[in-house]
């Protein structure tokens, strides 16, 4: 079993930055895909960025050049650091681990929520 915490979230201006984290307790040695996930009130949840196998990164078109995703494997950490923030980017951010490998392994942090507004 896998236990996802997010931390980070907050109200920030147009234009500003945040840090978000989520760490991760338990067995992760299966986990190949790290990820963010994003859900803004009335639509469906979306991925944001992932990390694949450690290596790969993946980015959705309307974040790319904006946030990082990048890892901590000594403190067992995923960030998403989020420049240039807009108002389209207000959502709760969902930190997910899972296995493409292994079935059922898929873990989701309870969320945080990002308010871009002036």
């Known amino acids: 079993q896998v236990e996802l915490v997010e931390s980070g979230g907050g109200l920030v201006q147009p234009g500003g930055s945040l840090r978000l984290s989520c760490v991760a307790s338990?067995?992760?040695?299966?986990?190949?895909?790290m990820g963010w996930y994003r859900q803004a009130p009335g639509k469906e949840r979306e991925l944001v960025a992932r990390?694949?196998?450690?290596?790969?990164?993946y980015y959705s078109d309307s974040v790319k050049g904006r946030f990082t995703i990048s890892r901590d494997n000594t403190k067992n950490t995923l960030y998403l650091q989020m420049d240039s923030l807009k108002p389209e980017d207000t959502a709760v951010y969902y930190c997910?681990?899972?296995?493409?490998?292994?079935?059922?392994?898929?873990?989701w942090g309870k969320g945080t929520l990002v308010t871009v507004s002036s």
């Open positions: 997910n681990f899972r296995s493409s490998f292994i079935k059922n392994m898929d873990y």
């Open positions: 990390i694949i196998s450690g290596v790969s990164t």
């Open positions: 338990g067995t992760i040695f299966n986990i190949n895909l």
